[in-house]
């Protein structure tokens, strides 16, 4: 089945850290994933959808600047935490698939702590 | 807004028994809905899809309905093992995927 590969999966660093986190699909082309915030005990919240050569798509209330997303090839798009604080802190996962009511494969999730 | 609502936070149930677990959905009609798998500190494993279309859906020991008038997808584990212990996430297909808040499932001995 489709494979979906995330980087780091633990991350702890000091406030104002930029954290860089990898999705890449290991065995199928992606010209769209999308990342997911998920905190305790709720549901996963759609932050943005990350399009291969273009501008990502963010959800209302997401900050794009915050929150820097790029898609360079089909297989890897990346999502960087800048200048991270305490209230960043939060399980981000990816997935990828998901066109014409497929579903989406999904990473292992990374856990960014801000201490 | 459109919502997904899964009522039960957790749920316990004997080894063997079989597992039903509700998803219902508001404020919208999705095209289909899907059930994830999350174990603790993993992300979702995708299990099953059922289009509107499809009232019943089967793989294995899990079966899936969709009932478009009660506006609810039950999802079942039959024959339940300690291993399906887990959080069942149900999603519906929006412009993007909405998904509920899980029910923890617990399967004892």
């Known amino acids: 089945g489709a494979v979906v590969s995330q980087h780091p999966s633990w991350v702890i660093c000091k406030s104002g850290t930029s954290v860089k986190i990898e999705c890449r699909s290991l065995?199928?082309?992606?010209?769209?994933m999308f990342w997911y915030r998920q905190f305790p005990k709720q549901s996963l919240m759609l932050m943005a959808t990350?399009?291969?050569?273009?501008?990502?798509?963010?959800e209302q209330g997401v900050e794009k600047d915050k929150f820097l997303i790029n898609h360079a090839s089909l297989t890897l798009s990346t999502l960087t935490v800048t200048s991270a604080h305490p209230e960043d802190s939060s399980f981000y996962i990816c997935?990828?698939?998901?066109?014409?009511?497929?579903?989406?494969?999904f990473g292992d999730g990374t856990r960014l702590s801000i201490l | 807004s459109q919502k997904i609502e899964q009522n039960s936070e957790a749920l316990n149930i004997q080894e063997g028994k079989t597992a039903t677990l509700t998803c219902n959905y508001t404020?919208?009609?999705?095209?289909?809905l899907q059930w994830y798998r999350q174990d603790p500190g993993r992300g979702p494993v995708f299990l099953l899809l059922?289009?509107?279309?499809?009232k019943e859906k089967r793989k294995e020991r899990l079966k899936v309905t969709f009932d478009t008038t009660l506006k609810q997808s039950l999802f079942h584990i039959t024959a339940s093992q300690p291993a399906d212990s887990a959080t069942y996430l149900c999603?519906?297909?929006?412009?993007?995927?909405?998904f509920g808040t899980g029910t923890r499932l617990q399967v004892f001995p």
């Open positions: 997935s990828a698939g998901g066109g014409s009511n497929q579903p989406q494969h």
């Open positions: 065995d199928f082309q992606a010209t769209t």
């Open positions: 990350s399009n291969e050569g273009s501008k990502a798509t963010y």
């Open positions: 404020n919208y009609s999705p095209a289909y």
């Open positions: 059922i289009r509107e279309n499809e």
């Open positions: 999603a519906g297909s929006a412009d993007k995927l909405i």
